[in-house]
C-alpha cells in the first residue's frame, strides 16, 4: 500500500492542516488534554517540539518548562516560543541539552522514524524525557487506511506504528516506558455524527483500550551508571621466588 508521497507537499504540514478540519479539531481537542496531564510534573529548560504546533501550543505553554523551542517546516503554523525549520531526522541541537522532546505524529509521517527516533534520544538529557502521539494501526482509524478515497490522504497515509513496535524501539535506546494512553476511539465520521457517538470515548477506555485511534506515549531516558568497585587487596607476590620467608623477631623488632 503506497503511504504519503514524501517528495511532495511535506505531510507533517498537511496534519497541521488537517487539525482546522470538523474531524481534526476534534482529535485535537483529546490530544491537548491528554497532554496537559503528561506535562504536570514535568520541569526543566527546554521542550523541543518536533513537528506542526497543532493543538499542543497551550498545553505546552501552561508547562513548567522554562522555554520552548519548535522545530517545524517553514509553513507549518507557528507555536510558542523560538521556532526553527528543521528536518525531524538531521535536528540543530546539541547532544544531551534537552529536558523534553515531544514527538505529536512526527515518526508517523517522517518516512524514517527510527532515525527520528534516535535523534530524539541523542538530544535529551539524562532523566529527560520524550512524549509520542501516534495514529494506531489497530483501530477502526486504522482500517480506513483500505478505502481507496482515504489511502493517500493525511492522516491515514502515514506508516502507523503500532504501540508495541514503538515500545520495542524505545527500549532498545534505554528508554523507559511510564506512561501508555489510548484515546479516540468513535470512529472517523464526519461532523454531523461525532457529537452522537460521545458514549463511544468513554467505553473505549474502559473496555478496548488497545483500540484507541490515537495513542500517546511518555517514556524516559535512563542512564546506567557505573558502580564503582573497591580493589581487592592482596598480599604481593615475592619478589624471590619459592616461599616466602617470615622475618625472625629480631627483624621485627621484637624485645
Known sequence: MKLCNFDDDDPIAMLGKWYKT????????????CLERLLEDAFGHFLVQVGCAGPFAEAVEGSRIRHHVLLAPEFCDRGTGLRAAAAPRDLPVASTSVDAVLLPHTLDFSGDAPKVLRE???????????LIFGFNPLSIWGLM???PRRRHRVPW?????TPLRLCDWLRLLGLQVEVRQAMVFRPPV??????????????????????????AI???KRVTTLTPVRPSWRSRRPILP?????PTARERGDV
Do not use: K, N
Not at 190 to 215: E, H, I, N
Open 22 to 33: 470538523p474531524l481534526g479539531r476534534h482529535v485535537a481537542a483529546a490530544e491537548g488534554v
Open 120 to 130: 530524539a534520544e541523542r538530544v535529551l538529557i539524562p532523566e529527560g524525557r520524550i
Open 145 to 147: 487506511r483500505a478505502l
Open 157 to 161: 497515509c502515514g506508516s502507523q506504528l
Open 190 to 215: 464526519s461532523r454531523a455524527y461525532l457529537s452522537q457517538l460521545d458514549w463511544m470515548d468513554g467505553l473505549g477506555a474502559r473496555y478496548w483500550p488497545m483500540f484507541g485511534g490515537v495513542y
Open 218 to 220: 511518555r517514556a524516559v
Open 242 to 246: 619459592g616461599r616466602a620467608v617470615e
